[in-house]
C-alpha cells in the first residue's frame, strides 16, 4: 500500500464556484469564482488607504458584503503592497492582506489582494496558492 504524502493526499474536489466564510472578517456565505488561472485569490473591496493612527501605520478599507449591501469598515495592521497582473494581465499595485478563510469545510489562513470586483459577478477569487496542494477542481460541480 502507497504510503500518504503531502503529494499524494487526499485532497478534497470543489466545482468552479464556491460559496466560503471568512471568519476574521466576519464575512459569511460569500460567493466566490476557483480560478486557476490565477496566482492570488482577491477580494472587492472600495476605499483602500494607508493610515497613521497612534503611531501605527493601518490599511483602512470597506469590505463590500454584497452589491448594494451593507459594508464593513475594516482596519489591518499586517499588510503588504505588490505587483499583481490584473484579468486583462496588466501589471498593478495591490495591497495584500493575510486573513483565514473557509473552504468546503476547510479553514487555511492565507494571503488575500485587495481589488475593485465591483463590476464582477463574484465579489472573491480564488487563486492557484490558496489552491495547490488542498483542492482537485472539477467544473462539472
Known amino acids: 500500500m502507497k504510503k500518504k504524502t503531502p503529494a499524494t493526499a487526499e485532497k478534497t474536489v470543489i466545482g468552479a464556484t464556491?460559496?466560503?466564510n471568512f471568519p476574521d472578517l466576519d464575512w459569511h456565505g460569500v460567493p466566490a469564482?476557483?480560478?486557476?488561472?490565477?496566482a492570488t485569490s482577491s477580494f472587492h473591496c472600495s476605499k483602500v488607504k494607508v493610515i497613521e493612527r497612534?503611531?501605527?501605520?493601518?490599511?483602512?478599507?470597506?469590505?463590500?458584503?454584497?452589491?448594494?449591501?451593507?459594508?464593513?469598515?475594516?482596519?489591518?495592521?499586517?499588510?503588504?503592497?505588490?505587483?499583481?497582473?490584473n484579468s486583462f494581465g496588466q501589471s498593478e499595485q495591490r495591497y495584500i492582506i493575510r486573513t483565514?478563510?473557509?473552504?468546503?469545510?476547510?479553514?487555511i489562513?492565507?494571503?488575500?489582494?485587495?481589488?475593485?470586483?465591483?463590476?464582477?459577478?463574484?465579489?472573491?477569487?480564488?487563486?492557484?496558492?490558496?489552491?495547490?496542494?488542498?483542492?482537485?477542481?472539477?467544473?462539472?460541480?
Open 18 to 20: 464556491a460559496t466560503i
Open 33 to 38: 469564482r476557483v480560478d486557476t488561472g490565477a
Open 54 to 85: 497612534d503611531g501605527q501605520t493601518l490599511l483602512s478599507f470597506v469590505l463590500d458584503m454584497k452589491k448594494g449591501g451593507a459594508s464593513k469598515p475594516i482596519l489591518v495592521s499586517d499588510f503588504k503592497e505588490r505587483t499583481v497582473k
Open 100 to 107: 483565514t478563510v473557509e473552504v468546503a469545510g476547510r479553514q
Open 109 to 141: 489562513r492565507t494571503q488575500f489582494s485587495l481589488a475593485d470586483r465591483y463590476k464582477m459577478t463574484f465579489p472573491v477569487l480564488l487563486g492557484r496558492r490558496l489552491l495547490k496542494g488542498k483542492f482537485i477542481v472539477d467544473v462539472s460541480q
